[in-house]
Nanobody
């Protein structure tokens, strides 16, 4: 079955950086578009970034544009999220997802278990 395993979360001070990774198995990774979403306590899951199967197209939420970069390595079945200039409002559980390119949770049928990112002020 499809498995998506996130890693790289942690506690960081405001202005710092983190790099999240999501290792995929059980699917033909290079055929899937991938995305990162996040969910803070008491809030709905929200779109962060997406990348198409080849890496040639990306899109970002306005709140992270210019600070976060999504990338993928199809040889390693892994998608990444480089997060720079982190803010306390970026604090959330971050989830990777596999599916069809877009910003809606409905586009994605497979999800990881999440990794926590906490940004202190």
């Amino acid at each position: 079955q499809v498995q998506l395993v996130e890693s790289g979360g942690g506690l960081v001070q405001a202005g710092g950086s983190l790099r999240l990774s999501c290792a995929a198995s059980g699917l033909t990774f290079s055929s899937y578009d991938m995305a990162w979403f996040r969910q803070a306590p008491g809030k709905e899951r929200e779109f962060v970034a997406a990348i198409n199967w080849s890496g040639g197209r990306t899109k970002y939420a306005d709140s992270v544009k210019g600070r976060f970069t999504i990338s993928r390595d199809n040889a390693k079945n892994t998608v990444y999220l480089q997060m720079n200039s982190l803010k306390p409002e970026d604090t959330a559980a971050y989830y990777c997802a596999a599916g069809a390119y877009g910003s809606s949770t409905d586009n994605y049928g497979s999800w990881g278990q999440g990794t926590q990112v906490t940004v202190s002020s």
